[in-house]
């Protein structure tokens, strides 16, 4: 599994954003249709809420890929 650092200077970043400002999405659009089908796991369990919150600490999981939003 791949795993990348992303830094966030605001308190909390949205999921769907955060797919898009690591590079794992090209679109809102294709970010939102993986949440909602329910490809992406935050903490280890998967979420389909685009618009869940995401701090620092917190893990992304989709496919082969692994985020830690620092």
Not at 30 to 43: C, D, I, P, R, Y
């Amino acid at each position: 599994m791949k795993t990348e650092k992303v830094t966030i200077k605001t308190e909390f970043i949205k999921l769907d954003a955060l797919l898009k400002f690591s590079g794992l999405c090209d679109t809102g659009g294709f970010a939102k249709e993986l949440v909602q089908s329910g490809q992406v796991k935050v903490n280890g369990e998967v979420c389909t809420m685009r618009g869940k919150k995401i701090r620092p600490g917190d893990v992304i999981e989709v496919d082969k890929y692994r985020v830690e939003v620092c």
